[in-house]
């Protein structure tokens, strides 16, 4: 295989595996900067108008940035966090966290003022970042931060800067860079120094902090080359937290092992534009955004007339090549879905579009290096294979476990959870249940502390169940329960298109569909009812994650008087208001005249 870079020069797989073989992130950036210095790195937008910034602006930035923090009096070693939406900036911010030896604190910017606080003092961060934010988001965070940090603004200007005005921060990054000299010295790290601390998102209690170590991304780097062939040719395009280890490592890290450009999304509002400009050739993102993306094609082409239209030969290649570029996907070649389960009826429905979704599977805690499907080598239902090294096994109960040189080296000053989180061998406990078939592709089939018991004692597992009622495009958030039920309740939130349909007819729409999938069902399986929410689920609304994963002991908690109320009355598919609207009557009902 040849990789042809920016600069047009070619090299053999082999030959740029040993330019980059051992190296850190940081290192790569001082490889860029003196071999392809005027190749565009950065693309950030803003007011509508793209911005480019080439690998010698970038590192030009980063030295300078390095000069002031150490000027602030940051040492070696010492911890500072970054909370921003993804822009050129958090990149910068990073990378002179590398070069200066100092140790990167992510934070998600969807969390609340207590999470926010507890982190920045649990992990004892000298400085923070603030970046790209929206003015709700900062006004309710920015009393949590402890006095005395200093505040480092990333000086956005127009829509984006809503907060930046004085008094917010303490100073701009920009002005630092200004009046910085470039730093000099190429600082190469150890493969035991701490890189970053990641927190976890947590489905429950306080967040811990993953500790991963230089070894991480130096493993990482030559793997992704060798499995899909990153390149400089490919573009990316980003917009899922960088807080988070997926895109850390399928975004920012692999663009620096790989020479790849970034393209940041400017806003909620311009995503699909901006995603339309850059038709990025490797595109990552979520289950729950892959079921977007399919509402807004239906809502324009519904299903029937799709079907018809892929069924005429003569238009087939060019509907499909047609909704593939309005996508933003006419030129991807690695098309991945990550964070959480996706349903393999979501899977076939992009197929038959040629878009190829693999789905990935890792934890913070290995730096999500675990599994992955291939092209041309995707099993649904599956999450792939594993990738080289991750040091995968089952345990005799089939939990996952992991060891490898991705694996974090503790969580941050929390010796008795990261005893539970490991075996005596020093395997990682995922938490996952799992099946791996012959050719290697592992089917997660449930969590082992998901698992419940029904009225009779038998255990169900969500996640399967979750996949099979995932089919109903109208569904889009899904969280089954029911501990000590007769039978187990699911509670949905509808698509954006969803809610625009008649309740009695969506109502009957649920009750066909889950009344078609009992039967594939176990008897103590099978669905007793369905809670339908008013709301989507965010994370303001502590109810998922900042990846929009389902905190399931926050929804049973919110909706379990709905559940029982199901479970007491049979089967029925009823919206929480209903019921709280039949409670108020019945309360009303019973009090005297």
């Known amino acids: 295989m040849t990789i042809t870079r920016k600069d047009n020069?070619?090299?053999?797989?082999?030959?740029?595996?040993?330019?980059?073989?051992?190296?850190?992130?940081?290192?790569?950036?001082?490889?860029?900067?003196?071999?392809?210095?005027?190749?565009?790195?950065?693309?950030?937008?803003?007011?509508?108008?793209?911005?480019?910034?080439?690998?010698?602006?970038?590192?030009?930035?980063?030295?300078?940035?390095?000069t002031a923090l150490k000027g602030m009096g940051l040492k070696k070693g010492d911890k500072v966090a970054i909370i921003s939406k993804n822009c050129y900036e958090w990149i910068i911010a990073d990378l002179a966290l590398q070069m200066g030896g100092f140790v990167s604190v992510p934070l998600y910017f969807d969390q609340t003022p207590d999470s926010f606080r507890y982190i920045l003092e649990h992990s004892e961060s000298k400085a923070l970042f603030v970046g790209k934010l929206d003015k709700a988001v900062w006004s309710r965070l920015r009393t949590a931060v402890p006095e005395g940090m200093t505040r480092i603004g990333f000086g956005f200007y127009g829509e984006d800067a809503d907060f930046h005005k004085e008094g917010e921060v303490d100073v701009f990054m920009k002005d630092l860079i200004e009046k910085s000299a470039p730093f000099q010295e190429n600082p190469v790290p150890a493969d035991d120094d701490v890189w970053t601390i990641v927190y976890t998102s947590g489905t429950t209690g306080y967040p811990k902090g993953a500790v991963h170590c230089y070894r991480t991304p130096r493993h990482v780097a030559v793997r992704a080359l060798e499995v899909f062939g990153l390149n400089g040719q490919d573009k990316l395009f980003s917009f899922l937290p960088l807080a988070h280890v997926a895109e850390r490592l399928l975004v920012e890290t692999t663009s620096l092992y790989g020479g790849m450009v970034i393209s940041f999304a400017q806003s909620i509002d311009s995503f699909q534009r901006d995603l339309l400009s850059v038709q990025p050739t490797v595109f990552f993102s979520v289950p729950r955004l892959w079921k977007k993306f399919q509402g807004g094609i239906l809502e324009k082409v519904p299903q029937e007339k799709l079907d018809k239209l892929l069924r005429i030969p003569v238009l087939n290649w060019f509907i499909k090549r047609k909704l593939r570029k309005a996508l933003g996907l006419s030129r991807a070649r690695l098309v991945i879905s990550g964070a959480a389960p996706i349903s393999p009826a979501l899977l076939a429905w992009y197929k038959t579009l040629n878009i190829e979704i693999l789905e990935g599977y890792g934890m913070t805690e290995n730096f999500a290096y675990g599994f992955i499907g291939r092209p041309g080598r995707n099993k649904p239902g599956t999450v792939g294979q594993a990738m080289p090294d991750s040091g995968f096994k089952l345990s005799d109960e089939g939990e996952v476990l992991f060891k490898s040189p991705t694996l974090m080296m503790g969580y941050y000053k929390d010796e008795e959870k990261t005893r539970e989180a490991l075996t005596a061998d020093g395997y990682y406990r995922s938490g996952d249940l799992a099946e791996i078939d012959s050719e290697g592709y592992l089917k997660i089939t449930g969590r082992v502390k998901e698992i419940f018991k029904t009225e009779k004692g038998e255990y169900v597992a969500p996640a399967p169940v979750e996949a099979k009622l995932a089919a109903l495009k109208d569904l889009e958030q899904i969280c089954l329960g029911g501990a000590g039920f007769n039978q187990p309740i699911?509670?949905?939130?509808?698509?954006?298109?969803?809610?625009?349909?008649?309740?009695?007819?969506m109502r009957q729409r649920?009750?066909?569909?889950?009344?078609?999938?009992?039967?594939?069902?176990?008897?103590?399986?099978?669905?007793?009812?369905?809670?339908?929410?008013?709301?989507?689920?965010?994370?303001?609304?502590?109810?998922?994650?900042?990846?929009?994963?389902?905190?399931?002991?926050?929804?049973?908690?919110?909706?379990?008087?709905?559940?029982?109320?199901?479970?007491?009355?049979?089967?029925?598919?009823?919206?929480?208001?209903?019921?709280?609207?039949?409670?108020?009557?019945?309360?009303?009902?019973?009090?005297?005249?």
């Open 510 to 593: 649920i009750a066909e569909h889950v009344k078609a999938t009992n039967p594939v069902l176990l008897n103590h399986e099978k669905v007793g009812g369905v809670v339908v929410s008013v709301g989507d689920w965010t994370p303001d609304g502590d109810l998922v994650t900042p990846t929009l994963k389902v905190k399931r002991n926050k929804v049973e908690e919110r909706f379990l008087p709905h559940m029982k109320h199901i479970a007491s009355q049979g089967f029925q598919v009823i919206w929480e208001d209903e019921i709280k609207a039949e409670a108020a009557a019945r309360q009303s009902a019973a009090v005297p005249a």
């Open 9 to 66: 020069h070619k090299e053999t797989l082999m030959e740029f595996k040993d330019i980059v073989r051992g190296k850190a992130p940081v290192e790569m950036l001082y490889h860029w900067e003196q071999t392809q210095a005027n190749s565009v790195y950065l693309r950030q937008p803003i007011s509508d108008q793209w911005y480019e910034y080439t690998w010698g602006e970038v590192a030009d930035r980063v030295r300078r940035l390095v």
């Open 490 to 505: 699911v509670v949905v939130t509808l698509s954006e298109q969803a809610q625009s349909v008649p309740r009695e007819e």
